[in-house]
């Protein structure tokens, strides 16, 4: 189980910047041949503001930038003192990134009041609430935070000003290993009344959904209730996720709108008044503090419309592919397998696709889906085959930096994050890729992560960038 205490429990890891020469990161270099560092937490903005993180946990193209999201679960604070969550902004390929909002509301008892970001996506409306046309479609960026008064907020950025403006969803009671949050954001055009909307979702409540209001402050206007409830979704067959379920992911398929929520998807029925049907639940879920993850629209290999793809975390880790007209499963790769193999060690607990699996367009290879990774392998004295292996305590990580590339016919192949800077840092955990958004980088990936595993951690959080073609590796 999670734990959102941010005190000490068991192993410091040290940062990334206690291994570089300086702590402002300059752009990256040129060279395109390698894995080029982009950001180090224990850094500094050239405004001086400090950017840290013991996670960087999201990233996503907004406006022609590059916007990320940190988090300080687990932080051991270091001279700086206590921070609250932000989010950093990268303004063009050859920039440095920036502060963009910090999120440094204290508590009462002087601590910060959000702990990470949680979620953080583009959204994009070409009707208001009515299904009226507007003039112009709209964009927005909104993003959620893990935030400590029990508080979930949806917040949208005001591009013309940069501030963020904060919508509240709802209330709940937050507990020592448990914050009310929003894991996700999810966007649709209903079939039925025409009209664009934006979809958060909400543990413990459910799934909230929202139309573009530009008399509203955010210029979302937010139903008051969830449209489906998932209190009322029993928990006592899926191990591990002591009674709450988390809503980890959104995806359209053949014009529908379908939600992963624990170990099972369900599928929007578009209408003034909506409704949601249960169409996959996972037979095999095994121990798993969230079930389901990434899910992912892909062609079917009959070649006739979608089918969805999606991860299963926990100890009986897999990529299943799921039929949405009947619910059938395949599955695609048995992780637990494949890791071993690779690795020649037992790959135990595994996440894959943290918040998406991002699409990757190559006109030799047609689209591939990268999918980041984090694992846990079986106790050793020492890390094989070279391996760089961090011990969090409670069980030892294979803490290279790993990621799956999905081809189209549905071949996987397993890569690392191979830096050029030999910066001496244990990545950990791949938790977001991302396409860039800048036309003069050609086909760059920006690789994030770090998952601090209830080990405290000080400035572990990370970007680094690669080009395709040093992405696929010998596989090109």
């Known amino acids: 189980m999670r734990n959102f205490n941010w005190r000490p429990r068991s192993l410091v890891l040290s940062g990334i910047c206690a291994v570089l020469s300086a702590c402002v990161i300059p752009g990256p270099a040129s060279n395109g041949d390698e894995f080029q560092l982009s950001f180090a937490a224990g850094s500094r903005d050239s405004a001086g503001r400090f950017m840290g993180g013991t996670e960087m946990r999201l990233l996503t193209g907004h406006g022609g930038k590059l916007y990320a999201g940190n988090g300080y679960w687990q932080d051991r604070p270091g001279p700086e003192g206590p921070q609250g969550a932000q989010i950093l902004v990268l303004d063009g390929s050859d920039a440095r990134w920036r502060v963009d909002h910090s999120f440094d509301e204290r508590t009462p008892n002087g601590r910060p009041r959000h702990l990470a970001i949680s979620a953080l996506s583009e959204v994009s409306f070409a009707t208001d609430g009515t299904g009226a046309r507007l003039p112009t479609p709209v964009s927005l960026l909104v993003a959620s935070t893990w935030d400590l008064t029990g508080t979930t907020s949806v917040f949208s950025r005001d591009d013309a000003t940069g501030a963020w403006i904060a919508s509240i969803l709802a209330q709940d009671r937050p507990a020592a290993d448990f914050l009310p949050q929003v894991r996700s954001f999810g966007a649709h055009r209903d079939r039925q009344t025409g009209i664009d909307l934006v979809f958060a979702g909400q543990d413990p409540r459910g799934v909230f959904s929202g139309a573009y209001d530009s008399s509203v402050p955010g210029r979302i206007r937010w139903g008051t209730e969830p449209e489906l409830d998932i209190s009322r979704i029993p928990t006592s067959a899926f191990s591990g996720l002591a009674g709450r379920l988390r809503v980890s992911?959104?995806?359209?398929?053949?014009?529908?709108?379908?939600?992963?929520?624990?170990?099972?998807?369900?599928?929007?029925?578009?209408?003034?008044?909506?409704?949601?049907?249960?169409?996959?639940t996972n037979r095999h879920p095994h121990h798993s503090e969230t079930g389901l993850r990434g899910l992912t629209p892909i062609l079917s290999s009959s070649g006739r419309g979608e089918v969805l793809l999606a991860a299963v975390e926990g100890d009986a880790a897999r990529i299943i592919r799921v039929d949405p007209n009947d619910g059938s499963e395949i599955t695609e790769l048995d992780l637990e397998t494949f890791l071993s193999d690779r690795w020649q060690t037992r790959a135990t607990y595994i996440i894959a696709a943290y918040n998406d699996m991002v699409k990757v367009h190559d006109n030799q290879r047609e689209d591939l889906l990268h999918i980041g990774l984090e694992a846990f392998i079986r106790p050793q004295a020492a890390a094989p085959n070279g391996q760089r292996v961090v011990d969090v305590g409670y069980g030892q990580l294979e803490a290279g930096g790993w990621y799956l590339v999905r081809y189209a016919h549905g071949h996987y192949d397993l890569r690392q994050i191979t830096p050029s800077l030999k910066t001496g840092q244990s990545l950990v955990a791949t938790r977001s890729i991302a396409v860039s958004p800048f036309p003069n980088d050609g086909d760059m990936l920006y690789f994030a992560g770090y998952d601090a595993n209830k080990a405290a951690a000080h400035n572990t959080a990370w970007i680094f960038r690669a080009r395709l073609a040093t992405a696929l590796g010998a596989s090109r």
Not at 254 to 267: C, D, K, M, S, T
């Open 249 to 280: 992911s959104f995806a359209e398929c053949n014009g529908r709108l379908y939600v992963a929520i624990g170990q099972q998807i369900y599928e929007r029925i578009d209408g003034a008044a909506p409704q949601w049907r249960l169409i996959y």
